[in-house]
């Protein structure tokens, strides 16, 4: 992504630093617009570097996990496990705006489509999305961000238990065997 603008001659070091530069720029707030944990918390940076931290780490525990497993990521759960990466990304981590939203809204339609199920999933992050951009773009919403933020913390425990191989929110019947 910076060979265009190292062959114009910037510094490569500012490929980098540019990135660093936005966060701080945009860092009013630590949420904007999107249904997160930050809808819950108060507006303190502080807050923001310790989440910082703790999605770093769920993140790790969940490559601890992938890799411990048998089984590999293939097939369908690769994008059960992208959808699920960008919603812990962007309701853990500070600075997110709702525009991060797109790579969910996008992937939660194509997971209903590849499994048929849970059509919450993608009712919850596109409302969510929905009511994110209408802040954005005219001044209001019709529910408050915190009641998207509550039901996208459902849909990332949802997930994350399907992909742990743990059915617990899949709604299917269990089978007695006597």
Not at 30 to 42: D, K, S
Not at 97 to 121: C, N, P, Q, T
Not at 135 to 164: A, E
């Amino acid at each position: 992504m910076c060979l265009p603008v190292l062959i114009m001659g910037m510094p490569l070091i500012n490929c980098f630093t540019t990135y660093l530069e936005q966060t701080t720029n945009y860092s009013v707030y630590l949420t904007r617009n999107l249904a997160n944990i930050y809808t819950f918390l108060p507006n303190i940076k502080a807050i923001g570097y310790i989440l910082f931290i703790i999605t770093g780490l769920i993140f790790l525990g969940l490559l601890i996990y992938f890799i411990k497993r048998k089984k590999k990521i293939e097939g369908k759960e690769i994008i059960s496990v992208a959808l699920l990466s960008v919603l812990i990304a962007t309701y853990f981590l500070p600075f997110m705006h709702e525009r991060y939203m797109f790579m969910a809204d996008i992937l939660s339609v194509i997971w209903y489509f590849l499994y048929r199920r849970k059509i919450f999933i993608p009712l919850i992050i596109n409302l969510s999305s929905l009511a994110g951009y209408s802040i954005y773009l005219f001044g209001f919403n019709c529910l408050p961000l915190w009641i998207f933020s509550g039901l996208m913390l459902i849909v990332i425990i949802s997930l994350l238990l399907d992909i742990l191989d743990k059915k617990v929110l899949s709604f299917r019947k269990v089978k007695n065997s006597v």
